[in-house]
């Protein structure tokens, strides 16, 4: 009988086996994820018509789809072409010229608004409850604190409004001092882009956006890389919420599973931002540069509106989940300096879910009553 050698045991003959077992269920594990993948990039592709809304299936694979490449999307060679959303929301004068910019005829008072959805039913709630009063609503989908404040001096000397409401969200809070919507929301990214401030002392510096208009944004996009890049290199020197694995185009936007991780990662990225900034037991972080240059933002609003005869009134939104904490952050700050104020907190507490709509919002009710109010505040302020 031929003896047994190394080359020719059963142990060696079982561990080839084995291992080459491991290697077939891997290889068929690999072939499988890749046939699932292909086929959810075919059922549920996302329209190539800017126009068509895609499907609730979609939009859910379509979530972890780099920033770059869901801009790319977006955006025409015309306005005609492109998404609606790329319209939205943009630092741009022709934009908020298409408000009033006076007291309409037979009416005694005019109310400027400043921010995001929340100051935008206030607005709304103005116009169709106060009878006696002009609105000029100046908004930008989920618009942080730095855009509404910039929107404000930007249309500073163009309007006569008798009151200036910048409203402040204590959801958002924590995206001031991003640069564009785009690196706000990662899911449904907007274009537009805004001001980034930094504290000199007990000024303020400005740091304008490369791009600035919905014309720039779409040159660099489709025909000039280098000011893409230019752009691109400024978020991230300056935009707290820019995270190149999000934000840069790569062939991870090709697979359907990986742009699932990448939502996944985009979420809890988010959330350690956010964390920086707010904790639900503590409140916001005073020690952050946020909430200082908050501060700083809040005193040089009133300032800039009280030179102009405009009676300045900062709208505190607290959203469920937030408790009163933007209240006790600016509240004392407020008072000590004299700044008119109205808080959601005495029309809507947090933890009454009832007065809250599924999306967040006010019931319309609370919109209303915080419209009276806002306005009487400006009346009370004029005649002082």
């Not at 059922?43 to 979609?58: G, H, I, M, Q, W």
């Not at 010229?97 to 037979?106: F, T």
């Not at 400024?234 to 999000?246: G, K, V």
């Not at 709509?357 to 009487?376: K, Q």
């Amino acid at each position: 009988m031929k003896p047994l050698t190394s080359s020719t045991s059963p142990f060696r003959l079982r561990r080839s086996s084995r291992w080459a077992n491991v290697a077939q269920i891997w290889g068929w594990a690999v072939l499988a994820l890749v046939g699932i993948d292909v086929g959810i990039n075919s059922l549920f592709a996302y329209p190539r018509d800017v126009k068509t809304p895609p499907s609730n299936l979609e939009l859910y694979f379509d979530y972890g789809r780099s920033t770059e490449a869901k801009l790319q999307r977006m955006f025409g060679p015309t306005p005609e072409t492109s998404a609606p959303i790329t319209g939205a929301g943009w630092l741009d004068q022709t934009q908020f010229d298409r408000e009033p910019n006076q007291v309409e005829s037979g009416k005694e008072l005019m109310v400027a608004t400043y921010g995001m959805s929340f100051s935008q039913l206030l607005g709304f709630a103005i116009a169709r409850t106060q009878d006696q009063v002009t609105v000029r609503n100046i908004r930008a989908p989920l618009a942080p604190p730095n855009w509404s404040y910039a929107a404000f001096t930007m249309d500073l000397g163009n309007h006569q409004a008798d009151g200036a409401v910048l409203t402040i969200m204590s959801q958002n809070l924590p995206m001031l001092n991003t640069m564009t919507g785009s690196t706000v929301a990662f899911d449904t990214p907007y274009p537009y882009t805004h001001p980034h401030y930094e504290l000199a002392g007990e000024d303020l510096d400005t740091i304008a956006p490369s791009l600035i208009t919905e014309t720039d944004v779409r040159q660099a996009l489709l025909d000039s890389p280098e000011q893409w890049q230019t752009f691109r290199q400024q978020l991230e020197r300056h935009d707290p919420f820019y995270d190149p694995l999000l934000f840069r185009e790569s062939w991870l936007d090709r697979s359907a599973l990986l742009r699932l991780v990448r939502r996944g990662y985009a979420q809890v990225s988010n959330q350690g931002r956010r964390n920086r900034v707010y904790q639900a037991k503590t409140g916001f972080n005073p020690e952050s540069s946020q909430v200082k240059i908050l501060e700083a933002l809040v005193r040089d609003f009133a300032q800039a509106a009280r030179s102009q005869d405009i009676v300045p009134v900062i709208y505190l939104v607290n959203n469920i989940g937030y408790q009163d904490h933007l209240d006790q952050l600016l509240i004392p700050l407020l008072e000590a300096e004299g700044i008119p104020y109205v808080s959601s907190s005495d029309f809507a507490p947090t933890d009454d879910p009832r007065l809250f709509l599924g999306d967040g919002h006010f019931l319309e009710e609370i919109d209303e009553a915080i419209a009276a109010e806002v306005v009487n505040v400006v009346r009370q302020n004029r005649q002082q």
